[in-house]
Nanobody, 126 residues
Framework: QVQLVESGGGLVQAGDSLRLSCAAS????????MGWFRQAPGKEREFVAA????????DYADSVKGRFTISRDNAKNTVYLQMNSLKPEDTAVYYC???????????????????WGKGTLVTVSS
């Protein structure tokens, strides 16, 4: 089992930046596909970004392209989400998730991940 702990959420103003972190347990972290998802109040959970085990593949939702950057530090078993130019519509609980085994071309955006964190709240005021 992989445990995930998110941190870095908070209350910011529109245009500000935040960096979310997700620390993962497990010795095979560098092989895991990692993703960030979010769920706004009253809405379904949606895909935000994903990164392959060695970081060679990056996927983004259209709504965050050019503003958010996903990265990982395999030595620290941590994945990050740098969020710039935040908008009120980015307000949501952000979840980190892991796909332990996946094939090349796997659609992380489908949300079929193996383990999930408890989430961290990001609130963007206008």
């Amino acid at each position: 089992q992989v445990q995930l702990v998110e941190s870095g959420g908070g209350l910011v103003q529109a245009g500000d930046s935040l960096r979310l972190s997700c620390a993962a347990s497990g010795r095979a972290f560098s092989g895991y596909g990692m993703g960030w998802f979010r769920q706004a109040p009253g809405k379904e959970r949606e895909f935000v970004a994903a990164i392959s085990g060695r970081g060679g593949r990056l996927d983004y939702a259209d709504s965050v392209k050019g503003r958010f950057t996903i990265s990982r530090d395999n030595a620290k078993n941590t994945v990050y989400l740098q969020m710039n130019s935040l908008k009120p519509e980015d307000t949501a609980v952000y979840y980190c998730a892991v796909k332990v085994i996946y094939y090349s071309g796997y659609a992380f955006s489908g949300g079929d991940m193996d383990y999930w964190g408890k989430g961290t709240l990001v609130t963007v005021s206008s």
